[in-house]
């Protein structure tokens, strides 16, 4: 059966190696911090930033003695997505289709050269197939609830003309996934392989390189708000928001709510879900009901009401900032993780992904695509892949035998 990343979020580590990891100087700043936000929740957004911590921590010292209106001296930075238009744009990779390039050089009609190129290349699946040495037959029922009939994509949506594939993890632990176990550079130079592949094993599919952050993390130990989740500073946001921008990537900021709501957790990462490469995922597995401790072999779930207010809050972000449409990453490899899912609401400006979470061999994780993805369709499919704990991890060939092939593909 799929495992259940509930108890160590798959060798996670979750509140303590983070918070020991902290930089020294605002490890107390953020306690301070945290305590004060709970208490005033107006003034969240301020006070998480770096620079605020810092001249607080000085102030308390008797070292505040910046001379008065130095700050409105300070020239405005105008960032890429503040710009009219945006500077940032989406540098997807392409593989072109061998068919297309032959064809563009011999135009002949029934040339060989051409029939031949064509007929050895790769094509999407439109009904269900199987992968190499794994089969993955659907029923007609089944096969005949997709493609979704949902709004039509809006100018400048991701899906479906791309498929992402993302790293995940936090730059904080080497236990919470790819994208923190290793060194940055290297980290992000596998990613664009990875990506590379993928465009390779689907040619003519544009796809895109997404860093996928857990920025709010469910950890074991309640903190200031007794909320167990550890918000991340904005250094750390703003870290890895600088290395997807500046590659034309995305970044997609994941909230582990612990034992606070979507709705509380929500309002810290606006600044963020603003910028036009910034997307959203919800855990639910980490959503944690009446009382129960996150790292415990108890399961959290989230019900389509949470899931419909995020997408409510991308939607009038799209609409206020004249933004292309954001994503919405909901993971899931159980049924009672998402509860009521028929009953989410689509939106043109929201894509919504379900995403199938959770680790095993191939054959589980099929299994589970069908049952808790397939059989309970939303709008749009993803499928997540363990570099150690899929034994073994599926190829991109293999997970493309699938129906409906996923457009999000997650590692970690």
């Not at 990613?191 to 590379?196: D, G, I, K, P, V």
Request: include cysteine; proline fraction near 9%; hydrophobic fraction near 40%.
């Amino acid at each position: 059966m799929i495992a259940s990343c509930a108890g160590s979020q798959c060798d996670d580590g979750l509140g303590p190696e983070l918070a020991g990891r902290y930089d020294a100087s605002l490890a107390g700043a953020d306690t301070l911090v945290t305590g004060l936000m709970d208490r005033f929740p107006t003034a969240e957004v301020i006070l998480r930033s770096t620079t605020f911590p810092a001249f607080l921590i000085l102030g308390l010292l008797g070292c505040g003695n910046a001379p008065v209106g130095a700050a409105s001296q300070q020239e405005k930075v105008v960032q890429d997505w503040e710009t009219d238009p945006p500077l940032w744009t989406p540098r997807p990779i392409l593989i072109p289709r061998i068919g297309r390039l032959i064809a563009a050089v011999d135009s002949a009609p029934h040339s060989p050269k051409a029939d031949s190129a064509t007929a050895g290349t790769h094509s999407k699946a439109t009904t269900p197939g199987a992968t190499k040495g794994f089969p993955f037959l659907l029923s007609a029922r089944d096969s005949a609830r997709w493609p979704v009939k949902g709004p039509e994509p809006l100018p400048g949506a991701v899906l479906p003309d791309h498929r992402v594939v993302a790293f995940y993890g936090n730059p904080l632990s080497k236990r919470m996934g790819i994208l923190g176990e290793i060194d940055p550079d290297e980290m992000l130079r596998r990613l664009e392989e990875t990506a590379t592949d993928w465009a390779a094993a689907d040619s003519g599919q544009k796809v895109l390189p997404a860093l996928h952050l857990i920025a709010t993390v469910a950890q074991g130990y309640p903190g200031p708000a007794r909320k167990y989740r550890l918000q991340m500073p904005d250094s750390v946001i703003e870290k890895v928001a600088n290395w997807a921008e500046k590659r034309g990537w995305l970044l997609i900021l994941d909230i582990q709510t612990g034992l606070s709501t979507v709705d509380q957790e929500l309002p810290v990462l606006l600044p963020y879900l603003k910028r036009p490469y910034v997307h959203l995922a919800l855990d639910p597995e980490f959503a944690m009901k009446d009382g129960k401790r996150p790292g415990t072999d108890w399961m959290g779930r989230m019900d389509a009401s949470e899931v419909n207010h995020a997408i409510d809050v991308l939607a009038k972000i799209v609409k206020d900032q004249d933004l292309p449409p954001k994503m919405l990453v909901v993971h899931r490899f159980t049924r009672n993780m998402l509860t009521n899912a028929e009953h989410i609401r689509l939106d043109p400006r929201v894509q919504v992904v379900i995403d199938m979470d959770g680790y095993g061999p191939p054959a589980n994780k099929m299994a589970a695509y069908k049952w808790f993805v397939v059989r309970h369709p939303v709008q749009y499919t993803g499928f997540k892949l363990f570099f150690k704990n899929d034994k073994p991890m599926m190829t991109p060939d293999q997970v493309l035998g699938m129906y409906p092939q996923p457009l999000y593909i997650q590692y970690q």
